[in-house]
């Protein structure tokens, strides 16, 4: 069955790269402007795995994360971060959140496609 | 060199090799016993040391690097693993052709040794059933998530499939920490997992693997894997270790004369890999489903008469049924591969009998499903075993009956269409219908007045408790045997079948199908009911002739090509109300040598039978072997052909009977 993807970024290109990217390997992908967005969108429908930005406005992406695995229904879905930079403690504070992995920015399609392989196998 | 000093070498060879084997066998269960490889190393030394001092040069060359392993196997360097008592019987095997001069044109003595030497290489032979001793040096690794991973979105079985990917075997979980239903936490995982790596996976490539998950993970990279959480090694279908781990290609590498030698390297172009059994099955089960999948598409496609829609279910179709038959194929082991333990356990019997037994096989290559293979080695341990002890003679009663003194035993195997018929004839003193009704009639089996054909006789012996052995040998005569391999062959969905002709010899012949997992089907309706018939048994369809509607006294025959052929009425059979439409059909199908109809209300198409067991509590309806799932989503039960046949036989045998008295 085909997996769905959520991304969620402020940067329309980003969000551009990674839904062709994901779409060309066969996944379905849902696109939300903000954390916010991010969150309706999560709990409206069922989604296999999340790619979020960390700074974006009205809802970060660590805000995002912490108010989705609050919720029941957005309980197990693996989360990836995307940041720009590879410090330490934002990868704690992500799992902290509730992340599953992280992605550092600029990334290539290759990775990004591992990445998610990895995730959903 | 005199004859004389020849044959006493060969005497003295002869109860070299006997003790030879008898070492190695045993090694086989007791592969520490440092006093058998002892003793396995002095018969070997003293083949040589006497084959050199006869002349023979070629012999004590081939045993110098034979006895070269067991020097290493005797000092402890290398374990005597499966592979090696293998090898070694079939070396031991090569011995007599060597000092006979034999020529050796599929280069089996080098494969043999080829093999031989890569083991003293130190090159790891991957063992199927590795005891673990002979293993290669292998790693273990323990893992753990940890915190709340599966709330995260972490997948073990991810994991699993990545470390597996690597290499990972003998996974074994652990679920000690599991708490009662009561405290169990959805969000963590409270099961951690150990399993062996091959010793080449790196640090990194672990990190990698468990690079987004909380994980406690340990990597043991020299401990042998012998640990308690090993499993035990009589695991039927132990993950042989993967491709990451297999030897480098020999360079001679022909018929080998033990076949799984054959197979645990990759051939010489690397176009052969292995690959753990387990990943074939399931390979298969996804295929199985994606074949009801496929069915279900197609069905889908034609209600919505989308031309493009039609078009890519076709598509699929096609390329479903590749793959079915690619996996199927991949799932194929040769006869060869059970027939080495036969040659033995004939040899072994004889010896002990008394009774000189040839024993010929014919179309080792042929192939069968791996599941039926394994199965099928304990029926034919005991059709075998039969065969030598109640079925041949002495050399002395041979003479008398003017044979020739020594036996013939013939094991046989062809494929004839979907089915592999699986033959061991003997020329033997042959089954005494008299005796058998006498014993069956003592045993209570059979009643007194029964009126049975020779054939139905012969079927006696496969009942529980038959047994028709004066005494009971160590080897046969219990009366257990015959009525488990009869249900053996059944739980395959084969039939067997017993020939025999007083004084001249019986034949036993066990059919058997192609594979167990999908097959090609005939779905018919009974009543509103879909049914379906394996497609291989299908001879021909034709229309029932309104004459024979209704039933007759002297039992239901269809006159097919001058040839009486019984049916039966399925209707009457399920007993299903209702009255049948104007024109039925009548699915002709074979079993053996014999034909029945089947009357049908409908013929509705071919399927691709994905053939689901019953449950045990089905086990007592005789006349249906499976079920299998539609396009639809429905049920279609699975119907036993050759139970069917059987029916049809026992409706109408008194009839035929008298046919033939009169004919």
């Known amino acids: 069955m085909q997996k769905t993807v959520l991304t969620v970024d402020d940067s ?5 790269m990674v839904a062709l990217t994901l779409e060309e390997a066969g996944y ?17 429908q069922p989604v296999d795995a999340i790619i979020t930005d960390q700074n974006m406005p009205n809802l970060d992406g ?26 330490d403690v934002l990868k704690a504070q992500a799992r902290e959140a509730g992340a599953l992995g992280w992605m550092v920015k600029p990334f290539t399609q290759d990775k990004l496609l591992a990445v998610i392989r990895k995730v959903l196998g | 060199m005199t004859d004389d000093m020849s044959a006493i070498f060969r005497e003295e060879l002869r109860d070299l090799l006997e003790s030879l084997e008898r070492g190695l066998l045993d090694l086989k269960s007791r592969p520490t016993d440092t006093g058998l490889i002892n003793q396995v190393f002095r018969d070997l030394h003293t083949v040589k040391g006497s084959g050199a001092m006869f002349g023979f040069t070629a012999l004590a060359a081939f045993i110098h690097e034979f006895e070269t392993v067991f020097d290493r196997v005797r000092a402890g360097v290398i374990p005597a693993g499966q592979e090696i008592v293998r090898l070694a019987l079939a070396a031991k095997d090569e011995i007599p052709g060597l000092v006979d001069g034999d020529p050796d044109p599929d280069g089996r003595r080098e494969a043999i040794l080829g093999a031989l030497r890569d083991i003293m290489a130190g090159q790891p032979v991957a063992e199927a059933g590795a005891e673990d001793l002979a293993g290669p040096p ?121 076949p799984p030698a054959r197979d645990s390297r990759a051939d010489a172009a690397g176009a052969t890999i292995r690959v753990p059994a387990e990943r074939l099955d399931g390979l298969m089960d996804s295929v199985g489903e994606l074949v009801i999948l496929e069915a279900r598409l197609t069905e889908l496609a034609r209600e919505s008469r989308d031309p493009a829609l039609i078009a890519t279910a076709e598509q699929i179709t096609r390329l479903a049924a590749g793959l079915r038959d690619t996996t199927m194929t991949m799932r194929m082991v040769p006869m060869r591969s059970l027939v080495g333990r036969f040659r033995r356990l004939v040899l072994d019997l004889s010896d002990k009998l008394g009774k000189p037994v040839e024993f010929s096989v014919i179309g080792e290559d042929t192939e069968l499903d791996k599941t039926v293979i394994e199965k099928l080695a304990d029926p034919l341990v005991h059709i075998l075993r039969n065969a030598i002890d109640h079925g041949m003679e002495t050399a002395a009663e041979r003479a008398a009956s003017g044979k020739g003194g020594t036996g ?4 046989s195997a062809a494929h004839a269409g979907a089915e592999v018929l699986i033959r061991v004839r003997d020329d033997g003193r042959g089954m005494d219908p008299a005796r058998i009704r006498a014993k069956a009639m003592a045993q209570g089996l059979i009643a007194a007045d029964t009126v049975l054909t020779d054939a139905q006789i012969f079927t006696l012996v496969f009942e529980p408790g038959f047994s028709t052995a004066d005494r009971v040998t160590e080897l046969s005569g219990r009366g257990v045997g015959m009525d488990v391999v009869r249900r053996t062959i059944e739980s395959l969905r084969g039939s067997l079948e017993i020939e025999s002709r007083l004084g001249e010899g019986t034949s036993v012949t066990l059919r058997l199908p192609l594979t167990l997992a999908i097959i090609e089907g005939l779905l018919i309706e009974v009543a509103g009911e879909r ?20 039933p007759k006294r002297t039992g239901d025959f269809l006159d097919i090509r001058g040839r009486f052929v019984p049916f039966l009425r399925l209707r009457a059979l399920f007993d299903c109300a209702g009255q049948p439409g104007p024109a039925q059909n009548v699915v002709i199908v074979m079993s053996g040598e014999h034909r029945v109809g089947l009357v049908v209300d409908r013929i509705v198409g ?12 089905h086990a007592s309806v005789r006349a249906v072997s499976g079920a299998t799932i539609l396009g639809d989503g429905s049920v279609a039960l699975i119907l036993d052909v050759a139970h069917l046949v059987g029916m049809g036989r026992a409706q109408t045998e008194p009839q035929a009977a008298a046919r033939e008295v009169a004919a």
């Open chain 1, 28 to 44: 379905t992908v849902i696109e939300a402007v903000d954390g916010q967005d991010g969150l309706k969108k999560a709990l409206s």
């Open chain 2, 138 to 258: 292998l790693a273990r690794l323990r893992f753990r998530l940890t915190g709340a991973a599966l709330a995260m979105g972490a997948r073990p079985d991810i994991l699993l499939e990545e470390l597996r990917g690597l290499g990972a075997a003998h996974i074994v979980a652990d679920v000690s920490a599991v708490p009662g239903l009561d405290r169990l936490d959805v969000d963590t995982c409270a099961i951690g997992w150990s399993m062996d790596l091959p010793a080449g996976v790196t640090f990194a490539q672990l990190e990698d693997v468990f690079l987004f998950v909380d994980a406690d993970w340990q990597h043991d990279p020299v401990k042998a894997p012998t640990g308690a959480d090993a499993p035990a090694p009589q695991d039927p279908t132990p993950a042989p270790p993967v491709a990451a781990m297999a030897p480098p290609p020999v360079e001679t590498a022909p018929s080998v004369a033990a």
């Open chain 1, 62 to 87: 660590l805000g995002f994360i912490r108010a989705l695995r609050q919720n029941p229904a957005g309980k197990g879905v693996p989360i990836v971060v995307l940041s720009t930079d590879s410090e």
């Open chain 1, 12 to 16: 329309p290109s980003i969000r551009r």
């Open chain 2, 531 to 550: 049914y379906t018939l394996p497609m291989a048994s299908v001879q021909e369809i034709v229309e029932l002739p309104p004459e024979k509607t209704q």
């Open chain 2, 408 to 411: 013939l035993i013939e094991l």
């Open chain 2, 606 to 617: 071919t399927n691709q039978t994905v053939i689901k067991q019953m449950s045990k509590l």
